[in-house]
């Protein structure tokens, strides 16, 4: 995601109430209110498929997004220093997981000569008289809960001990040792160490605690508290809602690939070793725990296809070497280096996206030759575009497979036109038939900060993306993939939001969840004139034994539908659904979901009455689900 946004250009996300919701659909706004008939016919609206893969998500390196979802409980646990993101980057000028500090003291300081890694190390001065101590608040702890401490340590020859702990203050001034474990004694050179911390209680305000006894110094650097429960070094909570959200596809790119000047070889192997960087676009300094590997793992772990942006500005030999690392054999060169980082087997990543956002006069000559650096390294690989035009088609559409447009407006009647427009210069071209269109990252805004980005929390921001979701259905005929964008906090954007202690899922993870679950491939014919000022597209199985209705009704009243099923013939009825809605029907489009409130908004069971009739309440999404009988 950049500042820029899509080829349509940006609009304040406060037109979103003004026009994408409060004017309806635009399609059928002619039928009369209350009940009314909505048809669907039997036969597909076209020779397409709705893909499953339409329902992705997206990672991206972008301030609090990875951190609020990698299981690493230290901030600058490499002691490089926090850097504040920038202001226009705030939407409640609150800090966030990026922002992990560890508390000053005149115990400690940054210390620049011969780092364990990268530029700098703590230096804990002890004066023999008292312990000295480094600390780190704001922790989240279970009981029981085992944390593995991990570090690299060195001290001059009159150092004796070191030790961490857990604890927590209390109301009354006086604190709990939660866990604690001695490290074994620290000599003049580097050495890592370990330890087992199980904490006695649970708590949102625990404290990690090194302290150092004796006399003299002792540098610290590469520290690392992580919940034994950590998926592949992903925390457990996330993985486990991203699993129920079941994105078919989750891509990884975003503006710090380009134009940010992400380094991919910079993030594999031993993390302790990988040096930090500073995220021009984003302002924070990044501390490469995170890379592709890491990422890789996390999509196998949730049951989701890798697709992976590869850096246009580190080049195309840099592109061929990271699609080597990841799929080549053991016995290449970069399949070596994976294997000696531990695994030797091929991770099998198929999509691969040549560049972010890049609409530059030079990417039509770049594309072909990174597309053949791709296939070179692995000639199965599905290479797409970044944002499509005419002369990219024309003259790059034997070498690609997808092209990419990107959305960030309310603007749906813009988004289905340019999608048509795109659809008519594929269909004019030699690659006609085979290439496809891939939306790799939307959603109804992204450059809209201050209060206005807290409507990327909403139910109105659910219920266009409801309806983004229809226009795809669609251009079923050409839309193999979608990435909404994003899937962790980015300053409300993420269908997941997250703390240190936990997380919530927005409106917009139960609208995602519930179209992905309910989708059929073929899409079918909605009668013109859709009744109630509704915006609905439906869809069935190959066999045609079972339909599913998708209705999103954005006005502030609820719309009565009486489906007509007669083309399927009179055994056909409504067996029920579900319906995204305000759990206290207050008729307010800009309710949000919240660690205080998290089921404002929720998904339950759909209520059918007699002939088929579903009332539809104000402000909700629906899958409407349709069987024989």
Not at 2 to 8: G, Q
Not at 151 to 160: E, K, L, Q, Y
Not at 192 to 214: I, N, P, Y
Not at 364 to 376: D, P, T
Request: aromatic share 8%.
């Amino acid at each position: 995601m950049t500042i820029r946004e899509s080829r349509l250009g940006a609009v304040p996300l406060v037109i979103f109430l003004l026009v994408a919701l409060a004017a309806g659909p635009g399609r059928g706004d002619s039928a009369a209110a209350g009940a009314a008939v909505l048809k669907v016919y039997a036969r597909p609206a076209g020779e397409g498929r709705i893909n499953p893969m339409i329902y992705g998500g997206f990672v991206e390196l972008l301030d609090d997004l990875v951190p609020g979802m990698w299981a690493e409980m230290l901030g600058d646990r490499g002691f490089e220093g926090v850097l504040p993101a920038s202001t226009w980057d705030y939407f409640r000028g609150q800090p966030d997981l990026c922002d992990r500090d560890w508390d000053r003291s005149a115990d400690w300081a940054y210390d620049t000569d011969k780092p364990f890694n990268d530029r700098q190390a703590c230096r804990i001065d002890v004066p023999g008289d008292r312990p000295a101590r480094l600390t780190q608040g704001n922790l989240a702890v279970s009981k029981g809960m085992s944390y593995t401490f991990s570090g690299h340590i060195r001290a001059d020859s009159t150092f004796p001990r070191v030790r961490v702990s857990l604890k927590v203050l209390l109301p009354d001034g006086s604190w709990v040792m939660l866990a604690g474990a001695e490290l074994s004694p620290p000599g003049a050179e580097w050495k890592r160490v370990a330890a087992k911390l199980v904490s006695r209680g649970t708590t949102d305000r625990a404290v990690f605690e090194v302290e150092a006894r004796g006399r003299g110094r002792v540098w610290l650097d590469a520290l690392s508290l992580m919940p034994d429960d950590n998926v592949e070094g992903w925390r457990r909570d996330v993985v486990e809602a991203v699993k129920e959200l079941a994105p078919p596809v989750i891509r990884w790119g975003g503006s710090t690939v380009d134009p940010g000047g992400y380094r991919w070889s910079d993030a594999i192997g031993d993390r302790d070793l990988r040096p930090s960087f500073v995220n021009p676009v984003w302002g924070r300094r990044d501390t490469n725990d995170v890379g592709v590997e890491e990422f890789v793992r996390l999509c196998r772990a949730a049951g989701a296809e890798p697709l992976i942006c590869v850096s246009l500005a580190d080049g195309a030999e840099s592109a061929r070497r990271m699609v080597e690392y990841l799929n080549g054999p053991a016995s290449s060169e970069w399949g070596g280096k994976r294997a000696a980082n531990g695994h030797a087997a091929s991770y099998g990543v198929k999509y691969w996206q040549i560049g972010n956002e890049i609409d530059s006069p030079g990417y039509v000559r770049s594309l072909a030759e990174f597309a053949r650096a791709v296939h070179a390294a692995d000639p199965g690989a599905v290479v797409l575009s970044s944002f499509p035009t005419k002369e990219i088609i024309d003259t790059d559409g034997a070498d690609i497979d997808i092209v990419c447009p990107h959305y960030y407006q309310p603007d749906l009647d813009g988004v289905d036109a340019d999608l048509g427009e795109i659809e008519s210069w594929i269909g004019s071209s030699a690659a006609r038939g085979r290439l496809r269109i891939g939306v790799t990252e939307w959603n109804i805004d992204a450059g809209n900060w201050g209060l206005g980005r807290g409507k990327l929390n909403s139910l109105g921001c659910a219920l266009f993306e409801a309806r983004f979701l229809n226009v795809l259905h669609r251009h079923a005929d050409s839309v193999v993939l979608a990435c909404r964008s994003n899937m962790t906090n980015s300053f409300c954007g993420g269908v997941i939001q997250t703390d240190a202690a936990g997380l919530y899922r927005t409106p917009s993870f139960l609208v995602m969840e519930m179209y992905r679950r309910h989708s059929r491939p073929v899409p079918l014919r909605v009668a013109e004139g859709v009744p109630a000022r509704v915006d609905a597209t439906a869809c069935a199985t190959e066999d045609g034994s079972a339909v599913t209705v998708f209705a999103v009704n954005a006005r502030e009243e609820p719309a009565c539908v009486s489906l007509d099923l007669s083309d399927f013939g009179t055994a056909f009825i409504v067996r029920g659904g579900e319906v995204v809605k305000d759990s206290r029907d207050r008729g307010e489009i800009d309710i949000v979901n919240g660690f205080a409130d998290p089921q404002r908004v929720i998904r339950a069971p759909l209520e059918v009455g007699p002939g088929n009739a579903v009332t539809i309440p104000a402000l909700s999404v629906v899958a409407i689900e349709c069987v024989r009988r």
